[in-house]
């Protein structure tokens, strides 16, 4: 027996919970399936920073810094439980972030520079008000808050319960018919965010075009930190040469998760190598730091991007079509906002509307993934 739904998400990370969220709350029939654990690839190996545009607004952004700038207010408003789903159980690292100088005297009159570019947006700090492990200025912060991302996955799983299913999409067809663990379904629309697996079903479709691009990134993680820093250190070129995400550790202390430069270099570096490199960064960045007595771990993974025909960062969010089925991707974590908006006009469109719900158990529910620090192989380097 089929079964019928209005909507069918594939994907549990940030794109597939948000939108599914928003459906719901409009008061569609919907189900999502995820093929492995909830926060999946990207979104639980994510910084968790939400961008207001200022880090781009630097460098190396276009478009995106403009575009950007509107989500802040939406999370902001859902975060207060006021807004287009209700996300008031989400938990916070930070309440902003600092840009600081990560190298010689010529780094500070960087961040100066940088700071101007987006001036009105960032404030200076006074020399006390600096974090702890910051013993060198200037350092201005910016109101950009870090994410507790694993409460963000629970606070929309909790907005879903019932209605997501752990699952191996078999078949996929253009006039909206699925199966699933070889389970037949039928939807008015079927929705892929399923980040590097939107792959599978570009393929399963048969659709030979290029749509998609990965961009590889080797987080580095450190332990344990005795303070928290979230920020980005500034040198001469745009991107930083590091961006720091600190994250508690039930023992005390903080992992440290390391992106920007030294993610992107340490892609092309063999594991070994790119934790060495990390070591002299940040030896260099923070020389009075003891990083001696550290354990060290790495998460390559890639950024599962709609394509861009320079293998830069795409604009914002993109949605690839085929009959009933959308293909999706939110480009960031913070534009997943954008990207529902997207869905929901394309179903407007499409004369897709809400129809009375019969999500029943289907499948094992789908629970909560890790993050790469929970899982990482520490060692000393
Ligand atoms: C290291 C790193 C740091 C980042 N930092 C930031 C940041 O600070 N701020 C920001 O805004 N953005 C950041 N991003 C980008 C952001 O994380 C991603 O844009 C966003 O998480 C993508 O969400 P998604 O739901 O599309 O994909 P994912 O989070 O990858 O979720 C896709 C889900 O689909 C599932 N799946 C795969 N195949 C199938 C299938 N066939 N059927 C069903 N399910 C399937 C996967 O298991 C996974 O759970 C970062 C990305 C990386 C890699």
């Given at each position: 027996m089929t079964q019928n739904y209005d909507i069918i998400?594939?994907?549990?990370?940030?794109?597939?919970?948000?939108?599914?969220?928003?459906?719901?709350?409009?008061?569609?029939?919907?189900?999502?399936?995820?093929k492995d654990r909830l926060g999946g690839t990207q979104t639980l190996a994510s910084q968790g920073m939400l961008h207001g545009g200022q880090k781009y607004a630097l460098g190396g952004g276009g478009n995106h810094a403009t575009s950007i700038a509107a989500m802040p207010a939406r999370w902001e408003a859902c975060f207060a439980g006021q807004g287009e789903i209700d996300l008031s159980a989400v938990k916070f690292l930070s309440a902003g972030q600092v840009m600081f100088p990560a190298g010689?005297?010529?780094?500070?009159?960087?961040?100066?520079?940088?700071?101007?570019?987006?001036?009105?947006?960032?404030?200076?700090?006074?020399?006390?008000?600096?974090?702890?492990?910051?013993?060198?200025?200037?350092?201005?912060?910016?109101?950009?808050?870090?994410?507790?991302?694993?409460s963000l996955i629970a606070a929309l799983a909790q907005n879903l319960k019932g209605r997501i299913f752990r699952g191996e999409?078999?078949?996929?067809?253009?006039?909206?018919?699925?199966?699933?663990?070889?389970?037949?379904?039928?939807?008015?629309?079927?929705?892929?965010?399923?980040?590097?697996?939107n792959e599978t079903a570009l393929s399963l479709l048969q659709i030979k075009e290029q749509h998609t691009q990965r961009r590889p990134l080797r987080q580095i993680m450190v332990k344990s930190l005795p303070q928290a820093l979230y920020g980005h250190g500034i040198v001469g070129q745009p991107k930083p040469r590091v961006t720091v995400t600190s994250h508690p550790l039930s023992t005390g202390g903080y992992v440290w998760y390391l992106g920007g430069n030294v993610a992107e270099e340490g892609a092309k570096l063999s594991a070994a190598e790119a934790l060495a490199f990390a070591k002299k960064e940040m030896q260099d960045i923070f020389p009075h730091l003891d990083w001696e007595q550290k354990e060290w771990a790495s998460w390559?993974?890639?950024?599962?991007?709609?394509?861009?025909?320079?293998?830069?960062?795409?604009?914002?969010p993109y949605i690839q079509q085929r009959?009933?089925?959308?293909?999706?991707?939110?480009?960031?974590?913070?534009?997943?906002?954008?990207?529902?908006?997207?869905?929901?006009?394309?179903?407007q469109e499409r004369g897709v509307s809400p129809s009375p719900s019969t999500a029943s158990p289907l499948l094992d529910e789908a629970e909560i993934g890790h993050y790469p620090w929970e899982e990482a192989q520490w060692q000393r380097i």
């Amino acid at each position: 027996m089929t079964q019928n739904y209005d909507i069918i998400i594939f994907g549990g990370g940030i794109a597939g919970l948000f939108i599914a969220s928003r459906l719901q709350r409009a008061g569609y029939n919907l189900i999502l399936i995820e093929k492995d654990r909830l926060g999946g690839t990207q979104t639980l190996a994510s910084q968790g920073m939400l961008h207001g545009g200022q880090k781009y607004a630097l460098g190396g952004g276009g478009n995106h810094a403009t575009s950007i700038a509107a989500m802040p207010a939406r999370w902001e408003a859902c975060f207060a439980g006021q807004g287009e789903i209700d996300l008031s159980a989400v938990k916070f690292l930070s309440a902003g972030q600092v840009m600081f100088p990560a190298g010689s005297f010529f780094s500070s009159l960087s961040v100066i520079a940088a700071a101007h570019a987006v001036r009105g947006r960032v404030q200076r700090l006074q020399r006390g008000g600096y974090p702890a492990v910051l013993q060198r200025g200037p350092v201005y912060e910016m109101q950009e808050k870090v994410l507790e991302t694993k409460s963000l996955i629970a606070a929309l799983a909790q907005n879903l319960k019932g209605r997501i299913f752990r699952g191996e999409v078999q078949e996929i067809a253009p006039d909206g018919r699925v199966v699933v663990s070889g389970i037949p379904l039928q939807a008015k629309a079927v929705i892929f965010t399923a980040g590097a697996g939107n792959e599978t079903a570009l393929s399963l479709l048969q659709i030979k075009e290029q749509h998609t691009q990965r961009r590889p990134l080797r987080q580095i993680m450190v332990k344990s930190l005795p303070q928290a820093l979230y920020g980005h250190g500034i040198v001469g070129q745009p991107k930083p040469r590091v961006t720091v995400t600190s994250h508690p550790l039930s023992t005390g202390g903080y992992v440290w998760y390391l992106g920007g430069n030294v993610a992107e270099e340490g892609a092309k570096l063999s594991a070994a190598e790119a934790l060495a490199f990390a070591k002299k960064e940040m030896q260099d960045i923070f020389p009075h730091l003891d990083w001696e007595q550290k354990e060290w771990a790495s998460w390559l993974g890639d950024r599962a991007e709609p394509f861009d025909a320079e293998g830069q960062l795409p604009p914002g969010p993109y949605i690839q079509q085929r009959g009933k089925v959308l293909i999706a991707w939110p480009t960031k974590l913070t534009f997943a906002p954008a990207l529902a908006d997207q869905v929901f006009a394309l179903l407007q469109e499409r004369g897709v509307s809400p129809s009375p719900s019969t999500a029943s158990p289907l499948l094992d529910e789908a629970e909560i993934g890790h993050y790469p620090w929970e899982e990482a192989q520490w060692q000393r380097i």
